[in-house]
Structure formats: structure tokens, C-alpha cells
């Protein structure tokens, strides 16, 4: 009795978050990035056509953030992680989707530089079990990474924020994932 109650008590202490379940996918409360620990700010699904569960994406803050404006003012790195549920989303399927991310979002960036450098750095299929990460750093970086190994880094304040509108701007790659970010889901 003893053994749980002290279980108990020390769950509920800060810090000791529990791990959230979302479609079977295990979405840590908390990662550390370049000695930064960020804390999840909410987890959704994406999907195509209502009912394809295509990846589980997570965001990690420095601070909570309940507004897409709060998201971007927040200081510190922000994580955007996305576990794929889907068995095969192809590269250039991939590609296009965040092409028209930018477009819907930040039309400004479409043609830019940056942009192509971001689109350039996705030369894979993406497969169920896989993770990505992109890191968004509060000096201009997005960097990515495909189940642990680096694809590279772009430098551009702009398209830190681009990204992020991607998944919070006005038209979201999906509402539902944008509320579940944003721990409204």
C-alpha cells in the first residue's frame, strides 16, 4: 500500500508526465534538443480523406502555447515530429504536400531560395514506423531528420516560421492535427 501511494504521489509531481498513447504511437511529454528540453505542446493525427491515418504529429515548445501567434512568439527551439502510420507516402507526394503548405500559407517563400533547399531535403519515401523531425531554431534553422539521421539544415528565419504555418497557419494541412497541436484535440 505504501509502495503505491508513493507511485501515485510521484506521478502527480511536475516533471514526471506520463507518455500519451495516439494511434499506437507512444508521444514522450517531453525531448531534449541540443541540451534544450522542450515540453509537448499537444499531438494529433493527420489524415487524407477522413479516414487514412497518415502520421501522428507532435509539437514540442519551450512553453505552452495555445494560439498559432503564441507558437511563433514562444521563445526557444520548437519540434515538429511526425510518426508514420501510413505504409508508403512517397517522396514526391511528400514534396507537394509541403509545396502547398508554403503556398496556402507563405506564398512569399514558395519560390524562394530557402524553400527549394527545405523541398530538396526530403529524397525518400516515407514508410510506416518511420520518424521525422524537423527542429526549428530561434536563430533562423529548420533542420530534419528521417529515423535519427540528419538530412540537413536550411538557415532562414522565414522558413522557420513557413513550417510552422504549415501545420497552424489559416489553412493548415489539417485542422484536426492543427487543434490537437496546439492541445485543443
Same mark, same amino acid.
Given at each position: 500500500?505504501?509502495?503505491?501511494?508513493?507511485?501515485?504521489?510521484?506521478m502527480m509531481l511536475?516533471?514526471?508526465?506520463?507518455a500519451?498513447?495516439?494511434?499506437g504511437?507512444t508521444?514522450?511529454?517531453?525531448?531534449?534538443?541540443?541540451?534544450?528540453?522542450l515540453?509537448?505542446?499537444?499531438?494529433?493525427i493527420r489524415?487524407?480523406?477522413?479516414?487514412?491515418?497518415?502520421y501522428?504529429g507532435?509539437?514540442?515548445?519551450?512553453?505552452?502555447?495555445a494560439t498559432?501567434?503564441?507558437v511563433? /512568439?514562444?521563445?526557444?527551439? %520548437?519540434?515538429i515530429?511526425?510518426d508514420f502510420?501510413y505504409k508508403? !507516402? $512517397?517522396k514526391?507526394?511528400? +514534396?507537394?504536400a509541403?509545396a502547398?503548405?508554403?503556398?496556402k500559407?507563405s506564398?512569399?517563400?514558395?519560390a524562394?531560395?530557402?524553400?527549394?533547399?527545405?523541398?530538396?531535403?526530403?529524397k525518400?519515401d516515407?514508410v510506416?514506423g518511420?520518424?521525422?523531425d524537423?527542429?526549428?531554431?530561434p536563430?533562423g534553422?529548420v533542420? /530534419?531528420?528521417?529515423?535519427g %539521421?540528419k538530412l540537413?539544415?536550411?538557415?532562414?528565419?522565414?522558413? !522557420? $516560421?513557413?513550417?510552422?504555418? +504549415?501545420?497552424?497557419?489559416?489553412?493548415p494541412a489539417d485542422?484536426?492535427?492543427?487543434?490537437?497541436m496546439?492541445g485543443?484535440?
Amino acid at each position: 500500500m505504501k509502495k503505491l501511494l508513493i507511485l501515485l504521489i510521484s506521478m502527480m509531481l511536475p516533471g514526471n508526465a506520463l507518455a500519451l498513447d495516439v494511434a499506437g504511437v507512444t508521444v514522450s511529454p517531453e525531448v531534449e534538443i541540443s541540451g534544450e528540453k522542450l515540453q509537448l505542446n499537444g499531438a494529433g493525427i493527420r489524415k487524407k480523406f477522413v479516414f487514412v491515418k497518415v502520421y501522428v504529429g507532435s509539437l514540442y515548445t519551450s512553453k505552452k502555447a495555445a494560439t498559432t501567434e503564441d507558437v511563433i /512568439a514562444a521563445p526557444g527551439a %520548437k519540434l515538429i515530429r511526425m510518426d508514420f502510420l501510413y505504409k508508403k !507516402v $512517397e517522396k514526391k507526394k511528400i +514534396i507537394d504536400a509541403y509545396a502547398e503548405g508554403f503556398q496556402k500559407n507563405s506564398p512569399q517563400l514558395v519560390a524562394t531560395p530557402e524553400a527549394r533547399a527545405f523541398l530538396a531535403l526530403f529524397k525518400n519515401d516515407f514508410v510506416a514506423g518511420d520518424r521525422v523531425d524537423l527542429i526549428l531554431t530561434p536563430a533562423g534553422e529548420v533542420s /530534419a531528420t528521417h529515423n535519427g %539521421k540528419k538530412l540537413g539544415t536550411v538557415e532562414s528565419k522565414e522558413l !522557420v $516560421e513557413g513550417v510552422l504555418l +504549415i501545420y497552424l497557419g489559416q489553412q493548415p494541412a489539417d485542422e484536426d492535427l492543427k487543434a490537437g497541436m496546439l492541445g485543443k484535440g
